[in-house]
């Protein structure tokens, strides 16, 4: 069975520090996602990674892949308020048509 | 265009009874996936068509839960016999096909079993 944990669960930081959340898997995958959920909404894909070392960016976030140690994190340089919201890393399994396993979701809230 | 429309947005219904979701995947996915997401269960795959065909339906929970596709297109996803534990936010999200990097979700059914 495939597991996805994310740590940490909740993450309260100020603006303007950075921050890292991390995300382990428990079996090969060859690609892994990062989504960002708003209160009462649905799923906005922020990064898709394919391979080993793959390093995204968009604006204040960076995702990167390390398929070896099955490890992904998602950097927050200078955090703003606007960041605040669920993050959640899912990873396609062997089967089940490439259906998303999602880890737990990284409640975050950037505070002045 | 258009994205992943769901209907309804909130549904409250009494235990036991029957009720319906429906998923309008965008025009052209073949693929299109249902998961639920509660607070105690996280987000978590029920089922994907490929076309009309759902190859794995391990993951609905219960034989309460049936999921059809028509025409390659809509999607219903049907609980019977609503007991309060399915109360949670049912999201439909679709793709080009499957194996198609992208995951599209829809904005979700609230359902609130009382």
């Known amino acids: 069975e495939l597991k996805v944990e994310q740590n940490p669960l909740f993450l309260s930081m100020q603006e303007g520090k950075n921050y890292t959340i991390y995300c382990n898997y428990s079996?090969?995958?060859?690609?892994l996602y990062w989504y960002r959920q708003d209160p009462g909404k649905s799923l906005e894909s922020l990064f898709v990674?394919?391979?080993?070392?793959a390093v995204k960016q968009e604006g204040r976030l960076m995702a990167s892949l390390d398929t070896k140690a099955r490890l992904s994190t998602l950097h927050i340089t200078a955090a703003v308020h606007d960041l605040s919201a669920t993050y959640f890393c899912?990873?396609?399994?062997?089967?089940?048509?490439?259906?998303?396993?999602f880890g737990k979701g990284t409640s975050l809230l950037v505070t002045p | 265009g258009a994205g992943v429309s769901q209907s309804p947005s909130n549904k409250v219904t009494e235990k036991g009874k029957d009720v319906e979701l429906r998923c309008d995947p965008i025009?052209?996915?073949?693929?299109l996936y249902w998961y639920r997401q509660s607070l105690g269960q996280g987000l978590e795959f029920l089922i994907y068509?490929?076309?009309?065909?759902?190859?794995?339906k391990s993951g609905l929970p219960s034989d309460r839960f049936s999921a059809e596709r028509t025409g390659g297109s809509v999607s219903t996803l049907t609980i019977q016999r609503t007991q309060q534990e399915d109360s949670a936010v049912y999201l439909c999200?679709?793709?080009?096909?499957?194996?198609?990097?992208?995951?599209?979700f829809g904005p979700g059914t609230r359902l609130t079993v009382t």
């Open positions: 079996t090969t995958s060859d690609r």
């Open positions: 899912a990873v396609v399994g062997s089967n089940s048509g490439y259906a998303l396993n």
């Open positions: 068509f490929q076309g009309n065909s759902a190859p794995d």
């Open positions: 025009s052209g996915h073949t693929a």
């Open positions: 999200a679709s793709s080009f096909q499957t194996g198609s990097y992208e995951q599209y």
């Open positions: 990674l394919l391979s080993n070392g």
